[in-house]
């Protein structure tokens, strides 16, 4: 696969193998500079140390695209990357009641320390790295049989993404009238003293299938020439989206949408992981959650502790959504959104938007399996009706369920939204995360959400 090309493996174990040895070296300097209470201390520490850096690395993901390297990502890569670390590090000390030998001045400092270093470095070796990718003369070369849109979609995708390793370098086919400055290398009967000349590796095939004896000669040459033979579907012509291939007997057929939820396995993942962190969050955290923010709602106004609406699930359905109640009881709560000093919000009910606090009873509905902890957020019923109308493609976010937090809400999608275009942002999000889901995924968009609580968010009102 295309993804999975030596460019991406090589920057990923590169870093990987930088970060480790950043974090190791550091600690044995430092540790020549601190003295612990007692030294047997050093080896198990460290162990700790590189589990969570390991446990921080599956989680929070290296962006492969080196064409796109920007110093807030980096930034946030490493802080959470450190923040994860520092945070099993110290939970795995208080566990084994060995936090009170450790100098804290040494832990404050290590981790400090590596996260600049951790910064500088990935900030260098990118760089590196992207100017590699733009001069190196290795890299593999392809060419594209056919001349068409798809053909030059692909050629633009892979000219525009080097980290895939491939530089295309033209066409051949009947050369196109408005095709502009296109690199036309020739004809068909053309290509295979060019591609055997010019030592091409990789060749991508847009004809159509009424060429079907062309592109069987096609294949045919590549295989005895030790070329790899891709074809582009045609369907790329009407369908912009992701696809997923099926085997149906003996028969291949796309899906309009890859989907990994689809598959009953993933699914199955999905739900243990939800009812193993509600049923422990419901039967510890939140008695005594519950407890205090109840007391705290039922003084700020009268009125129940919880705010319960419709609000629509996987295939459309609706359910009944739990929150603790943050405003006054009105008539308007079931048809109007929350806006920006909304004068229905208690004093309690600021708080617990601006902080999420207000979302937890829904751990309740995770349990009931009408929503998952990660997913799109659900919306009422009164939005769902309005934006089937005017977005398209509005309601292909109900092919999963929905979920507490979710991909819009930490890149900045959340609360109200004022404008049809910023509903298809969050829609665009939405239908990204269905297209792209897998178990780290939702394990990342949870501790970024942690982060937002703590750092609270100003479009939640």
Request: net charge positive; proline share 4%.
């Amino acid at each position: 696969m295309l993804s999975k090309s030596r460019y991406e493996a090589y920057s990923t174990a590169l870093i990987y193998v930088e970060d480790f040895i950043i974090l190791n070296l550091l600690y044995v300097v430092l540790y020549r500079c601190f003295a612990f209470t007692s030294h047997s201390l050093f080896p198990p520490l460290l162990l700790f140390i590189n589990l969570g850096y390991l446990f921080a690395a599956i989680i929070i993901r290296i962006r492969k695209n080196f064409n796109r390297v920007k110093v807030r990502t980096i930034l946030q890569f490493c802080l959470y990357r450190m923040f994860i670390t520092f945070f099993i590090s110290i939970l795995v000390l208080f566990s084994v009641k060995i936090s009170d030998e450790v100098s804290r001045i040494f832990i404050y400092a290590y981790f400090a320390l590596a996260f600049t270093l951790l910064f500088i470095a990935h900030w260098i070796t990118r760089n590196f790295l992207r100017r590699k990718l733009r001069k190196d003369k290795n890299i593999e070369k392809a060419v594209i049989i056919g001349t068409d849109f798809l053909g030059r979609k692909i050629f633009n995708e892979l000219k525009d993404n080097s980290f895939l390793g491939i530089q295309p370098l033209g066409f051949f086919g009947d050369k196109p009238k408005d095709a502009g400055n296109i690199e036309w290398l020739g004809s068909l009967q053309e290509a295979k003293a060019y591609i055997l000349a010019n030592q091409i590796t990789k060749v991508f095939c847009s004809l159509p299938h009424t060429e079907k004896d062309i592109i069987l000669d096609f294949i045919d040459f590549s295989e005895q020439n030790v070329i790899h033979f891709y074809i582009i579907p045609q369907i790329g012509h009407y369908i912009k989206t992701p696809v997923g291939l099926k085997i149906l007997g003996s028969m291949p057929v796309f899906s309009i949408r890859k989907m990994p939820l689809s598959n009953i396995n993933n699914e199955w993942i999905k739900r243990i992981f939800d009812i193993v962190f509600s049923f422990v969050f419901l039967v510890t955290l939140f008695p005594v959650i519950l407890l205090v923010l109840g007391i705290a709602i039922k003084l700020s106004s009268p009125g129940p502790i919880f705010f319960i609406q419709n609000r629509t699930g996987k295939n459309g359905k609706l359910f009944r959504c739990y929150k603790f109640r943050s405003m006054k009881i009105n008539d308007e709560a079931d048809n109007t959104q929350a806006t920006a000093n909304d004068p229905r919000t208690t004093r309690i009910g600021r708080f617990i938007r601006h902080t999420n606090l207000d979302e937890l009873p829904q751990f309740i509905n995770v349990f009931k399996n009408d929503i998952s902890i990660v997913g799109p957020r659900p919306h009422p019923e009164y939005l769902t009706d309005k934006y089937a109308q005017l977005i398209n493609k509005y309601m292909v976010r109900h092919y999963i369920k929905p979920g507490i937090t979710g991909w819009a809400q930490i890149n900045g999608y959340r609360g109200e939204t004022k404008t049809v275009e910023e509903m298809e942002n969050r829609i665009k999000m939405d239908i990204w995360y269905l297209e792209n889901w897998s178990f780290w995924l939702d394990i990342e968009i949870i501790v970024k959400t942690v982060f937002k609580t703590f750092q609270g968010d100003n479009k939640a009102y």
